[in-house]
């Protein structure tokens, strides 16, 4: 198989690769323009290289975890696998970044992907903050994203998330609920920098205001104001999502063995060379031969 494929993608460690005979130098020696991509948990020449890891382990070593500590108290994991999710879409991008390289030089080549080190990138780019200077300037973290207030916030018959957050959401905003001096009398809400230095307090005055009206009311309010808004979907809401329904997002086929299955088209619109689903997740064993 490795003869006659552009690529290969492991999520093997490498020493038990090595020990099959599956390592890119076995595959490559007769096909010289593999890309052999390797998932692993730690990039090769670090001390932990070759240790096995999981999603909740990495958003542990990766800060994720302590960042919702930081918020409520006590770190958690996020609730969904969003390590595995992230670095697939790296892994993903990589490979397509090594076809074009292939396609400019004939060069095959190894790819390797770490997790620890894509998911340490990933989260230092919200999070760098003054330790981006040598030496540090200021703490780390981004103050608006660490706010224990941040929301959703309770409005009159539920939660509703809004972001209201330049100059001209806080004017409408502020005037919306009797306020419209707001930025003029209170030196914390005058510009996008004090805001931010007082993400707390923002917080507490959107808290403080949400419960006036229903989460239609301020969709209403806020769309015609401009500022961003989106009611608080349960999983189970998104199937009967107006949006999801006109776009098409899901749709209903029959299985062979399973009955009717749901099933979410792919995400992108390609003008020129549209995705689909053209075939069945494969049963155990089905695709071994």
Known sequence: LAGCVDVVVSNIRPQALARL???????????????????VG????????????????????AGISALFGQVDGAPRYAPINVCDRVVGLYLC??????????HATGEGQSVEVPMFETMAQFVLQDHMGGGAFVPPLGP???????????????????????????DAHWRAFSAMVGRPNLMQEDPRFADMAT??????????????????????QWIEKLEAADIPVS?????????????????????????PSEGTLKVARFPVRFERSPASVRRLAPNLGEHTQ
């Open 21 to 39: 005979g599956l390592d890119r130098e076995a595959l490559a020696a007769g096909n010289p323009g593999l890309i052999f991509c390797s998932a």
């Open 42 to 61: 730690y990039g090769s020449g670090g001390p932990l290289a070759g240790k096995a890891v999981y999603d909740d382990l990495m958003q542990a070593a």
């Open 93 to 102: 991008i990589s490979i397509l970044a090594a076809l074009q390289h292939r």
């Open 140 to 166: 780390m973290g981004y103050k608006r994203l660490l706010s224990r207030t941040r929301g959703p916030y309770a409005t009159a018959d539920g939660h509703l998330a809004l972001v209201v957050y330049t």
């Open 195 to 216: 805001r931010v230095a007082h993400s707390d307090d923002m917080g507490r005055f959107l808290a403080e205001h949400l419960p006036l009206f229903t989460c239609a």
């Open 231 to 255: 009611p608080v979907n349960g999983i189970a809401d998104l199937f009967e999502d107006p949006h999801l329904q006109a776009v098409g997002l899901f749709s209903d086929i029959d299985h």
